[in-house]
């Protein structure tokens, strides 16, 4: 099995900053992309950014420029760092990583989410 631990979220103002941590631990082979999408209440989830194996990273437009997308290979974790926040940035976080995870003798694709974690900023 493969788990993720989020961190971070909270309460921020707006125009300030906020990093939110994903570590990610078992059985795992190898990374693919590590992403975060965020859902805010009454809207589907979105992708937020993503940052794929070799380093290359996208981003969703309305978070270009404040937001930046990391990873500790070291250490399996992924980072959003955000920065100049608005109030629509309000949502749930949710860290996703796709692996290949090695699974009672075989080595499989998967790919997991985490819990989730509660961005508010406020005015």
């Known amino acids: 099995q493969v788990q993720l631990v989020e961190s971070g979220g909270g309460l921020v103002q707006d125009g300030g900053s906020l990093r939110l941590s994903c570590a990610a631990s078992g059985n795992i082979f190898s990374f693919n992309d590590m992403g975060w999408y965020r859902q805010a209440p009454g809207k589907q989830r979105e992708l937020v950014a993503v940052i794929r194996s070799g380093g290359t990273t996208n981003y969703a437009d309305s978070v270009k420029g404040r937001f930046t997308i990391s990873r500790d290979n070291a250490k399996n974790t992924v980072f959003l760092q955000m920065s100049s926040m608005k109030l629509e940035d309000t949502a749930v976080y949710y860290c996703?990583?796709?692996?290949?995870?090695?699974?009672?003798?075989?080595?499989?694709?998967?790919?997991?989410w985490g819990q989730g974690t509660l961005v508010t900023v406020s005015s």
């Open positions: 996703n990583v796709r692996v290949v995870a090695h699974i009672t003798g075989r080595y499989r694709s998967l790919e997991v």
